[in-house]
Nanobody, 125 residues
């Protein structure tokens, strides 16, 4: 069974930085695509960033490209999302999701079978 747990959320000032962590247990990380999504109050959940299991390539939503950076450490079963220059409108619950099924990396929620419970990120002064 694959378990996904996010950590590292909290309150940060506009323009500040925050690093989210995602632990993926169950031995699946090395062959999993992993992605971060977020859901702001009153809005649909949206794709933020992803990393491929096959070639470790990363891909980002246009709104975060150049400010967010995703990485993985398979030896520690961890995935990270470094978020810089945060904006108030990026206040949301952030979710980590994993797809351990050897499929091409994707931006769609339906491609991910395992989800964390979500973690709050609040960008406010």
């Amino acid at each position: 069974q694959v378990h996904v747990v996010e950590s590292g959320g909290g309150l940060v000032q506009p323009g500040g930085s925050l690093k989210l962590s995602c632990g993926i247990s169950g031995g699946a990380l090395s062959r999993s695509n992993v992605a971060w999504f977020r859901q702001a109050p009153g809005k649909e959940r949206e794709f933020v960033a992803g990393i491929s299991w096959a070639d470790r390539s990363t891909y980002y939503a246009k709104s975060v490209k150049g400010r967010f950076s995703m990485s993985r450490d398979d030896a520690k079963n961890m995935v990270y999302l470094q978020m810089d220059s945060l904006k108030p409108e990026e206040t949301a619950v952030y979710y980590c999701a994993a797809d351990p099924n050897d499929r091409p990396a994707a931006r769609e929620e339906a491609a991910y079978d395992y989800w964390g419970q979500g973690i709050q990120v609040t960008v406010s002064s």
